[in-house]
Antibody, heavy 118, light 110 residues
Framework: QVHLVESGGGVVQPGRSLRLSCVAS????????VHWVRQAPGKGLEWVGV????????YIADSVKGRFTISRDNSKNRVYLQMNGLTAEDTAVYYC???????????WGQGTLVTVSS | QSVLTQPPSVSAAPGQKVTISCSGRMSNIGNNYVSWYQQFPGTAPKLLIYENNKRPSGIPDRFSGSKSGTSATLGITGLQTGDEADYYCGTWDTSLSAMLFGGGTRLTVL
């Protein structure tokens, strides 16, 4: 059973940074890209970014470009979302998801809530 | 406002059929696969349809997908109250080098 678990969420003050982690199991992690998707309270899904299987290609949504970065450590089956300069608009549940190969998200984690508030 | 356009809501009676549309452009739906996701309140989205019309293992054949040009459609037959959820389309946009989601459609089974 493929499993993805996000962690690192919490309450953070505006302007501060936070790093989310996503650990994966029960599939050959190094063979697949991983996406981050967020969902603000009561809103729809918003794609944040994706990192390719070997980490050589990273695409970030324009809405967070320059503030958010994605990295991965295949030896630990982990993907990270580094978020800097957080604002209230970044308040959301953040999901990581396994890519099937064509930006189709086969398995999702349970999500981790990030709340940006003073 | 999402680049992929979905109706905000649809409704139908139990046992009936409903379709949800997703409209885009050549740079996204027109040239890439479309996927569909089901989300119940408070839970993570779940993949329903991939590569326009394929179902992952465990997804009943009451759910179907199709694509024509720059539009895609999710169909659900034999509606059940348990199908009440939010449904999202998704695809890659080649021009933006970004994944896009539709705004989501709330399905109500009356």
């Amino acid at each position: 059973q493929v499993h993805l678990v996000e962690s690192g969420g919490g309450v953070v003050q505006p302007g501060r940074s936070l790093r989310l982690s996503c650990v994966a199991s029960e599939f050959i992690f190094r063979n697949y890209g991983v996406h981050w998707v967020r969902q603000a309270p009561g809103k729809g899904l918003e794609w944040v970014g994706v990192i390719s299987d070997d980490g050589s290609n990273i695409y970030i949504a324009d809405s967070v470009k320059g503030r958010f970065t994605i990295s991965r450590d295949n030896s630990k089956n982990r993907v990270y979302l580094q978020m800097n300069g957080l604002t209230a608009e970044d308040t959301a549940v953040y999901y990581c998801a396994k890519d099937m190969g064509y930006a189709e998200l086969e398995y999702w984690g349970q999500g981790t809530l990030v709340t940006v508030s003073s | 406002q999402s680049v992929l356009t979905q109706p905000p809501s649809v409704s139908a009676a139990p046992g009936q059929k409903v379709t949800i549309s997703c409209s885009g452009r050549m740079s996204n739906i027109g040239n890439n696969y479309v996927s569909w996701y089901q989300q119940f309140p408070g839970t993570a989205p779940k993949l329903l349809i991939y590569e326009n019309n394929k179902r992952p293992s465990g997804i009943p054949d009451r759910f179907s997908g199709s694509k024509s040009g720059t539009s895609a459609t999710l169909g659900i037959t034999g509606l059940q109250t348990g199908d009440e959820a939010d449904y999202y389309c998704g695809t890659w946009d080649t021009s933006l080098s970004a994944m896009l989601f539709g705004g989501g459609t709330r399905l109500t089974v009356l």
